[in-house]
């Protein structure tokens, strides 16, 4: 029976540091990724404001239900 819980506990032990060396990649990761603020981005507006051209023509009739 000391034998079975053993093994049991070896699984548990190499699950847990699967789990934790994974979780400490997603950590470093989202760190990196999401620590600097996002540059804003510039958009160019000339006042014409929208617009029905024919690509809007042709997606309003394609997406009619």
């Known amino acids: ?3 079975s819980q053993s093994k049991l506990s070896r699984r548990r032990f190499l699950l847990a540091i699967g789990v934790g060396s ?3 990649a997603v950590a470093l990761v989202t760190r990196n ?3 600097a603020p996002a540059e804003p981005t ?3 507006h ?3 404001g929208y617009r029905v051209t024919e690509h809007i023509r042709n997606y309003y009739r394609t997406a009619r239900v």
């Open 1 to 3: 029976m000391k034998h």
């Open 33 to 35: 990724n999401f620590g």
């Open 46 to 48: 000339n006042g014409q």
């Open 42 to 44: 510039k958009t160019t």
């Open 22 to 24: 994974t979780s400490a």
